[in-house]
T-cell receptor, first 114, second 115 residues
Framework: AQSVTQPDIHITVSEGASLELRCNYSYGATPYLFWYVQSPGQGLQLLLKYFSGDTLVQGIKGFEAEFKRSQSSFNLRKPSVHWSDAAEYFCAVGVQTGANNLFFGTGTRLTVIP | ETGVTQTPRHLVMGMTNKKSLKCEQHLGHNAMYWYKQSAKKPLELMFVYNFKEQTENNSVPSRFSPECPNSSHLFLHLHTLQPEDSALYLC??????????????FGPGTRLTVL
């Protein structure tokens, strides 16, 4: 069965510092992978996605993520965090059947300190 | 309006009330989804509609009743809910279910509190 693990429940970084949020997935084939961000009181906004091809994916707001098949990982990175990046981040895996279901992790809450 | 909208944004109801949540997407998509988001748990997929037909019901209790009159609108009718049903209910849409990996776009959610 598909599953997603986000090992860090809460991360605190200083504004301007680099960020890496971890995501590991379990799926028997090559997955589709997504990162979403949720600001307080809001829905989920798609940051980026990986379908195939280049394993380094660029997204919105200066985020990028790298698919590493050997590690079953899809970690999200940003070189310099802004205070407005404080939010909850969700990794999701989509299966390659026609069902188009997404399986989400439990999220990582990011706090940015001045 | 653009994207996916949901109304109301907040709802407080008693266990004997009947209420409905509304979702509307302005993206020209054909698949729509209801999710439940509870604290410390992954998003739970509740229902899926594709071209107005329900294609998935993830063992959701019958006190939740979805309705999809057309590809742009999705409702979730609520009756005799329990306090544990308090959560954020998110609506999403995607191009269609047959397009593997197509991105899902989410609305802002309805924060439901059951007293």
């Amino acid at each position: 069965a598909q599953s997603v693990t986000q090992p860090d429940i809460h991360i605190t970084v200083s504004e301007g510092a680099s960020l890496e949020l971890r995501c590991n997935y379990s799926y028997g084939a090559t997955p589709y992978l997504f990162w979403y961000v949720q600001s307080p009181g809001q829905g989920l906004q798609l940051l980026l996605k990986y379908f195939s091809g280049d394993t380094l994916v660029q997204g919105i707001k200066g985020f990028e993520a790298e698919f590493k098949r050997s590690q079953s990982s899809f970690n999200l990175r940003k070189p310099s965090v802004h205070w407005s990046d404080a939010a909850e981040y969700f990794c999701a895996v989509g299966v390659q059947t026609g069902a188009n279901n997404l399986f989400f992790g439990t999220g990582t809450r990011l706090t940015v300190i001045p | 309006e653009t994207g996916v909208t949901q109304t109301p944004r907040h709802l407080v109801m008693g266990m004997t009330n009947k209420k409905s949540l509304k979702c509307e997407q302005h993206l020209g998509h054909n698949a729509m989804y209801w999710y439940k988001q509870s604290a410390k748990k992954p998003l739970e997929l509740m229902f899926v509609y594709n071209f107005k037909e329900q294609t998935e019901n993830n063992s959701v209790p019958s006190r939740f009743s979805p309705e999809c009159p057309n590809s742009s609108h999705l409702f979730l009718h609520l009756h005799t809910l329990q306090p544990e049903d308090s959560a954020l209910y998110l609506c999403a849409s995607s191009q269609d279910r047959g397009t593997s990996g197509s991105s899902q776009y989410f609305g802002p959610g309805t924060r439901l509190t059951v007293l």
